[in-house]
């Protein structure tokens, strides 16, 4: 599969399109959220752990570049890598500890950690399109393919 694309329409649709990703990783896998600044990857993070369970705030994590969340048994943790001044500084964080439990990883701003981050599941890229936005989401593991399946019927 090369990857689907979806129009959303507002905030709401960016927040169900977050809900119907969580059930299809059922709180597991890599996720990598790339787009311009406001383009909506926070809200599709937010969207995601909320449809995990999570009923507290979901901030952006900008300046702790972490955040996790404990939710009915299932860790999740959103990154936001865009204040990264270099990818080395991965290592020190022990990037690689938060990928050995197959927990679900959102990581916003990927590429700014390229070279130390594994392989995703799903790399989701999201621009501004008319008043709403293009969501591309584009599999690279089996895994990723099967959400991509099942969220292309969203269309």
């Given amino acids: 599969m090369s990857g689907v694309e979806l129009y959303i329409q507002d905030e709401d ?77 991965l290592e020190y964080l022990g990037i690689r500890d938060y990928f050995a439990d197959d927990d679900l990883c959102l990581i916003e701003w990927p590429q700014q950690g390229k070279g130390y981050l594994p392989q995703p599941d799903l790399k989701i890229a999201i621009k501004a399109h008319n008043d709403g936005r293009i969501v591309r989401l584009l599999p690279f593991s089996t895994r990723g393919e099967s959400w991509c399946v099942a969220l292309a019927n969203l269309t």
Wanted: net charge negative; aromatic share 8%; proline share 4%.
């Fill in 13 to 89: 649709a960016m927040t169900r399109l977050g809900h119907a990703i969580a059930a299809q990783t059922a709180g597991h896998g890599l996720i990598f959220l790339e787009g311009d600044l406001g383009a909506g990857k926070t809200t599709l993070s937010r969207g995601i752990v909320r449809g995990l369970g999570h009923d507290g705030a979901v901030k952006s994590p900008t300046f702790t570049l972490v955040e996790p969340y404990e939710i009915n048994g299932l860790k999740v943790w959103h990154f936001d890598l865009y204040r990264l001044a270099d990818p080395e500084e």
